[in-house]
């Protein structure tokens, strides 16, 4: 194998971005090689994926998942080796042999695998928000402890990235930037009444009217909480305060994201809403690669819209504002309340605004701790599910 081939670990492969990431690999094999796949419970879609590329791993979340794997191999010509557990997702992720990791492990799950690569001064294409969101001071300081690569892949921080200049660790002050205005599409329900939000199925909140996305990442769209832990994670990416981040929707999701300068220049990236432009961005940066996406066609498009967030609808992205701003281990427990409330809704134990309330409810009885430890994260994260479900027994739950 070439010295110049970039061999890559893709840490939720058979989700979304992970089959966005093998696309654009597969347009470059002189560039890129898959050494290992990760995925939770989806052994359909990871045996199909093992005999198109071959990696040398494949981890499944628990054996039971990997034992089906195994079966689903036999007779099979790969010479892919099966593993399972926390453990081995963080063995493929720190390999010394991996130069780059799509970490694309959707919600807490990505934490420990994504810090993993970072100690071991991987090139880390984050597409895990919540590994910011969870542990942002710790996750920035093993980043420039190691000096492992950070690129945003989120295409709302990717815009950002393309649009500021190489040296902005250290704020936005200091390259004459005056904020970042983060878009958003608005979600599926941005001209709905928010007296019909009651009413709201998990079908309706997964029809995302531009992007195509997992169940999760759909549903926080939806509420807007998705644009609230993009707001945190920026905050950490560039290293500047809420105050310093807008959100603006903009309903074609055709610019990414913008940038102002003190002169009042704002620089903006553009692009068809497709997540391979920052995935290969991720993987060639500094230089740039064809992504396998069409050109943007602007006369086509013929017009760009932008509206201010109707926070009374969405107050999810009030509440990622706030525990950014109370600081310590406060946008934990939203990340944690969020996801329990997230998964009741698509089980349809828990009301479209009842997302909102039992997130809320949670962060109002939660006492917030110095974030010390990645171990103290983890244990934040699960006494907060707890509470979560307590109260998503005690005094939310419901059938539709």
């Given at each position: 194998?070439?010295?110049?081939?970039?061999?890559?670990?893709?840490?939720?492969?058979?989700?979304?971005?992970?089959v966005?990431?093998?696309?654009?690999?597969?347009?470059?094999?002189?560039?890129?090689?898959?050494?290992?796949?990760?995925?939770?419970?989806?052994?359909k879609?990871?045996?199909?994926?093992?005999?198109?590329?071959?990696p040398?791993?494949?981890?499944?979340?628990?054996?039971?998942?990997?034992?089906?794997?195994?079966?689903?191999?036999?007779?099979?010509?790969?010479?892919?080796?099966?593993?399972s557990?926390?453990?081995?997702?963080?063995?493929?992720?720190?390999?010394?042999?991996?130069?780059?990791?799509?970490?694309?492990?959707?919600?807490?799950?990505?934490?420990?695998?994504?810090?993993?690569?970072?100690?071991?001064?991987?090139?880390?294409?984050?597409?895990?928000?919540?590994?910011?969101?969870?542990?942002?001071?710790?996750?920035?300081?093993?980043?420039?402890?190691?000096?492992?690569?950070?690129?945003?892949?989120?295409s709302?921080?990717?815009?950002?990235f393309?649009?500021?200049p190489?040296q902005?660790?250290?704020?936005?002050?200091?390259?004459?930037?005056?904020?970042?205005?983060?878009?958003?599409?608005?979600?599926?329900?941005?001209?709905?009444?928010?007296?019909?939000?009651?009413?709201?199925?998990?079908?309706?909140?997964?029809?995302?009217?531009?992007?195509?996305?997992?169940?999760?990442?759909?549903?926080?769209?939806?509420?807007?909480?998705?644009?609230?832990?993009?707001?945190?994670?920026?905050?950490?990416?560039?290293?500047?305060?809420?105050?310093?981040?807008?959100?603006?929707?903009?309903?074609?999701?055709?610019?990414?994201?913008?940038?102002?300068?003190?002169?009042?220049?704002?620089?903006?990236?553009?692009?068809?809403?497709?997540?391979r432009?920052?995935?290969?961005?991720?993987?060639?940066?500094?230089?740039?690669?064809?992504?396998?996406?069409?050109?943007?066609?602007?006369?086509?498009?013929?017009?760009?819209?932008f509206?201010?967030?109707?926070?009374?609808?969405?107050?999810?992205?009030?509440l990622a504002?706030?525990?950014?701003?109370?600081?310590?281990?406060?946008?934990?427990?939203?990340?944690?309340?969020?996801?329990?409330?997230?998964?009741?809704f698509?089980?349809?134990?828990?009301?479209?605004?009842?997302?909102?309330?039992?997130?809320?409810?949670?962060?109002?009885?939660?006492?917030?701790?110095?974030?010390?430890?990645?171990?103290?994260?983890?244990?934040?994260?699960?006494?907060?599910?707890?509470?979560?479900?307590?109260?998503?027994?005690?005094?939310?739950?419901?059938?539709?």
């Amino acid at each position: 194998m070439s010295a110049d081939v970039k061999l890559v670990t893709v840490l939720g492969s058979t989700g979304s971005i992970g089959v966005s990431t093998l696309d654009v690999v597969a347009r470059h094999p002189q560039q890129f090689q898959i050494f290992a796949l990760t995925a939770n419970s989806n052994v359909k879609g990871m045996a199909r994926q093992i005999r198109e590329v071959s990696p040398r791993y494949a981890v499944m979340r628990n054996e039971a998942a990997a034992d089906q794997l195994r079966q689903l191999l036999k007779g099979s010509s790969h010479k892919t080796e099966v593993l399972s557990g926390e453990t081995a997702l963080a063995q493929v992720a720190e390999h010394s042999d991996v130069d780059y990791v799509m970490a694309a492990i959707v919600g807490a799950a990505g934490l420990l695998p994504t810090l993993a690569a970072v100690r071991a001064g991987k090139r880390i294409l984050l597409a895990n928000k919540e590994a910011l969101v969870m542990c942002g001071a710790l996750f920035m300081e093993a980043v420039q402890h190691s000096g492992a690569e950070l690129l945003p892949i989120d295409s709302e921080h990717n815009a950002i990235f393309q649009c500021l200049p190489v040296q902005h660790r250290n704020g936005l002050e200091p390259i004459g930037v005056r904020r970042i205005i983060l878009t958003a599409s608005g979600g599926p329900f941005r001209d709905k009444p928010f007296s019909e939000f009651e009413r709201i199925t998990p079908q309706q909140a997964c029809a995302h009217p531009n992007w195509s996305m997992g169940q999760k990442i759909s549903v926080d769209s939806a509420t807007m909480m998705n644009k609230g832990l993009e707001l945190i994670e920026a905050c950490w990416l560039f290293n500047c305060s809420h105050e310093q981040v807008d959100v603006l929707v903009h309903r074609q999701s055709v610019i990414h994201s913008m940038v102002e300068y003190l002169d009042g220049s704002v620089l903006a990236q553009m692009g068809n809403p497709d997540m391979r432009i920052p995935i290969a961005y991720g993987l060639s940066w500094p230089r740039r690669i064809d992504s396998g996406v069409s050109s943007l066609n602007l006369a086509e498009i013929a017009q760009l819209d932008f509206e201010p967030l109707d926070n009374n609808k969405f107050p999810c992205l009030s509440l990622a504002a706030n525990a950014i701003a109370a600081g310590g281990t406060t946008p934990v427990a939203l990340n944690a309340a969020n996801e329990i409330a997230v998964a009741a809704f698509l089980e349809e134990r828990l009301t479209f605004t009842g997302i909102y309330q039992l997130v809320d409810a949670v962060l109002q009885q939660y006492q917030q701790q110095t974030t010390s430890s990645v171990e103290l994260v983890m244990a934040e994260d699960q006494r907060v599910r707890e509470l979560a479900n307590t109260l998503l027994k005690t005094q939310f739950a419901r059938a539709f």
